[in-house]
C-alpha cells in the first residue's frame, strides 16, 4: 500500500451510531473499555501521515503523561509496521496504548465510517492542513498504509466503561480537545 492506495476509496462497512453520552461505551474483539476500573479516552485516528492524526496523538500523548490516572488509548487502522515507524518518527507511544484496527471494524463498531468527499477535500481542510504546518510544523507525511477517506473521533469512558463525551470528527481538520474530555471524566 502507499501514497496512491491512501486515495482509492475502502470498503464501506455497517457502521452503528457512535456512542452517546450516557450510555455503556461498545465491547469489541480489540478495545475494551471499562473493564479495568479506570477512566479512558479513546481516540480513533485517520491514516498514518495524516496531519491532524499527528496533532491528535501528540496532544492525546501529551495529556497521558500528565493525568497517569486516566488510560489513554489511540486506534490506527494503518498497519503496524507503518503505525510502529510513524510513532517512532513522532518520539513513541509513550504512555498511550495502541490498537492496531486494519480491518476499521473497531472504528465502525464505534460508528466511524468512511467520509465523504467534502469531509476531506472541503477547502477549510485543505486550508488547516498548510495552517497546521505554519503554526506547528505538523506537515502531511508520506502515508504506507491506511485510507485517507476513514474517519476519526475520540470518546471519554468512566470506569465503568459509560460514555460521559462523544466527539466524532465532523471533517478531516477536526482535532478533538482532549481538555473536554478530561472535564466531562471530573
Not at 65 to 91: F, M, Q, Y
Not at 141 to 151: A, D, K, N
Request: overall charge negative; proline content about 6%.
Amino acid at each position: 500500500m502507499g501514497e496512491l492506495q491512501s486515495w482509492m476509496f475502502p470498503t464501506n462497512l455497517a457502521t452503528s451510531g457512535p456512542p452517546e453520552v450516557g450510555h455503556k461505551a461498545p465491547e469489541t474483539q480489540k478495545l475494551h473499555i471499562g473493564n479495568d476500573g479506570e477512566p479512558t479516552i479513546v481516540t480513533f485516528l485517520r491514516h498514518c501521515g495524516c496531519p491532524f492524526a499527528e496533532k491528535a496523538f501528540l496532544n492525546l500523548r501529551d495529556l497521558a503523561s500528565k493525568h497517569s490516572n486516566i488510560r489513554c488509548i489511540a486506534v490506527s487502522h494503518s498497519d503496524k509496521p507503518s503505525t510502529d515507524k510513524w510513532l517512532e518518527e513522532l518520539g513513541g507511544a509513550d504512555k498511550v496504548e495502541i490498537v492496531i484496527d486494519e480491518s476499521r471494524q473497531t472504528h465502525a463498531d464505534w460508528g466511524l465510517g468512511v467520509s465523504s468527499f467534502w469531509h476531506v477535500l472541503n477547502p477549510f481542510s485543505l486550508y488547516s492542513v498548510y495552517t497546521l504546518g505554519k503554526k506547528e510544523n505538523i506537515w502531511n507525511r508520506p502515508t504506507e498504509s491506511g485510507s485517507r477517506w476513514q474517519t476519526a473521533g475520540s470518546f471519554a469512558a468512566d470506569k465503568e466503561g459509560i460514555v460521559k463525551w462523544s466527539k466524532p470528527n465532523a471533517s478531516a481538520d477536526d482535532v478533538p480537545n482532549f481538555e473536554e474530555a478530561l472535564k466531562a471524566l471530573s
